[in-house]
């Protein structure tokens, strides 16, 4: 019990802490100074006064909402007398093997970058800067010479260091139920089963009635739809993000979901927050880095091709490039596996004071990152507002995606609960598919690495992201993997190839998600 009080001071402490350095905490200070001359604010009671006063006006859910949001992220509370690496990842095995992928990246860059002879960073000369200015809203119609770059690595690199992962501790058939794991991944961590996700996803169920279900052309829209909307419209005015958070677990109306992000996230567009993106912008006109043609190679090879994104290319131009300057993003590496690389003033490598972080976000982007960004273009479409909501998405969810850790929603795990869902519910299939070596893992890492982006039609990507919002968890992710391998299970047992497989599973642009969920979670034999 005093230990439970302990952990909540102290994350008190730590969030009062987080929001006294927010423009929220001075708007609030000036409200309170303002509401001083309000005839209702007496000095007898000044103190229940101005909460009155900050309840009334809505300043009261807006701080409501801030600690909510930073609950949302906060990593769980640990021992006081843990170092700080412990609160980046507890098991020193993940953290070492983090360490050594970091090294592989950075020794990557280093050498494309010795390679092609160019420098980390420049500064543009005032020509330069004044032609990006002048494009800045149509940098896909530019055209650079990117034939030399390369993506510094792919999914797939990043999938054979994750199989080469090994606990030290275990020995060769030391548990039994982990020597009976039969996938790639060969990590002791624990992940839920199907009960248990039933549970945990309960809102997903049978008798819930659910967008991307129940709003089909056969289900009269006074059934379910109509009221949804009318629920969500309430949420929305009385803008809580708490409840908007529950709301969304059933899916959003199409016309409310950019509000509903916004407000789960905790994102309104200030004046500030517009200047900052300015400022962003600012800094990519003036220095151009070697990050900025990784990030150009990317679009080009991925969105740019894309059917549903490549109208949106300058959009993903705009908000990448100033992603790579934004130093707040560094702020998520404390509960982040990863750290940030350094790079050294030339000729002062190895001196501290001469260091900075490159990029200076701290996040190398590799072959697909673009695709976290392409799918919320369908619904922001103010530069600024569309920055906001990315970078909140990204430092909550999808850096979890490509950094080795033991977190539930890290990709280790999300690895390790696919395949046990298929080794444990559809054991005939997983065992086909090894015997012929088409390891499941291989075909739906990329996937999972994507959150599906780029694989599942927009609308249906949309309804899946609502959920990993709604349960703030990415496991639905794995859990939709095996529901897709079920789906085409029959198609599945008659190949003899990891190609004819791969072949099978190439097209997902079809799939309904939603029904896909529901069957597999609530109508599998458990």
Known sequence: ??????DLSLIIAQIVQKLKGSSLYA??????WASLQRPEIKLESLKEDIKEFFKISGWE??????????????????????????????????RKAQGSWEKRILKSLNSMCTELSIPLARKRPVGEQKELLNKWNEMGTDEPDLSLFRPVYAPKDFLEVLINLRNPNYENGDSLSFRTHLGLIQVPLKVKDIPELKECFVELGLNTGQLGIDDSTQV????????????????????????????????SPTALRAELWALILNISSQPEDILYYEQLKTNVIQHDLLVDSLIYKDVKLTASND???????????QVLLCFSRDTSVL???????????????????????????????????????????????????????LYQIFREMYVRFFFRLHSISSHPSGIVSLCLLFETLLQTYLPQLFYHLREIGAQPLRISFKWMVRAFSGYLATDQLLLLWDRILGYNSLEILAVLAAAVFAFRAVNLMEVTSLAAAEAV????STLKVMPLLQIFLFATVT
């Open 331 to 385: 702020s998520h590496f404390a509960y982040n596996s990863a750290s940030p690389p350094k790079s050294y003033i030339r000729g002062k490598l190895g001196l501290e004071e001469y260091a900075v972080f490159y990029p200076p976000n701290g996040v190398i982007p590799f072959h697909g990152f673009s695709m976290y960004v392409a799918p919320l273009c369908f619904l922001y479409h103010e530069p600024s507002k």
């Open 505 to 508: 599973l190439a097209d997902l």
């Open 220 to 251: 009269p829209p006074e059934l379910f739809e109509n009221e949804h909307v009318r629920i969500g419209q309430k949420v929305l005015a009385e803008q809580d993000s708490a409840a908007a958070q529950q709301y969304i677990r059933q899916g």
């Open 61 to 94: 859910k807006k701080l409501q909402n801030a600690v909510y949001s930073e609950l949302s992220v906060f990593p769980l509370p640990s021992h006081p007398a843990a170092p700080p690496e412990h609160l980046k990842e507890p098991l020193v095995y993940m």
């Open 1 to 6: 019990m005093l230990q439970e009080e302990s």
């Open 307 to 317: 059917d549903y994104y490549f109208v949106f290319e300058d959009y993903l131009y």
């Open 27 to 32: 708007q609030l200070e000036r409200q309170a």
